[in-house]
């Protein structure tokens, strides 16, 4: 079980920017990967960036240049800047944590945090 807990967020106007924190109540070191994802009324959940605990990371054409995610392993937080904001950035974003167990099968198990609320005015 992993417990995230949000933090940061809230409203900017376009071109503004915004840090989000993700703790996480257990080692992130033991977390395979860590992400962010959004949800925007009407569109499908989308992934914006994560973070594996090798450091790798990963971001989709939409933000790329844009966001930044970042760890602190001694902290157990997961760090999501988000520079030069559009208004398309608008939604609710959510701190993953996905554990990956080989026993004899490959399960994948995902904790989520409690949202946050992005809003970007044109």
């Known amino acids: 079980q992993v417990q995230l807990v949000e933090s940061g967020g809230g409203w900017v106007q376009d071109g503004g920017s915004l840090r989000f924190s993700c703790a996480a109540s257990?080692?992130?070191?033991?977390?395979?990967?860590m992400g962010w994802y959004r949800h925007a009324p009407g569109k499908q959940r989308e992934l914006v960036a994560s973070?594996?605990?090798?450091?790798?990371?990963y971001y989709p054409d939409s933000v790329k240049g844009r966001f930044s995610i970042s760890r602190n392993n001694s902290k157990n937080t997961v760090y999501l800047q988000m520079d030069s904001l559009k208004p398309e950035d608008t939604a609710v974003y959510y701190c993953?944590?996905?554990?990956?167990?080989?026993?004899?099968?490959?399960?994948?198990?995902?904790?989520w945090g409690q949202g946050t609320q992005v809003t970007v005015s044109s």
């Open positions: 993953n944590a996905r554990i990956v167990v080989m026993t004899g099968t490959l399960r994948t198990y995902d904790y």
């Open positions: 257990r080692s992130i070191l033991s977390i395979n990967v």
């Open positions: 973070i594996t605990g090798g450091g790798s990371t």
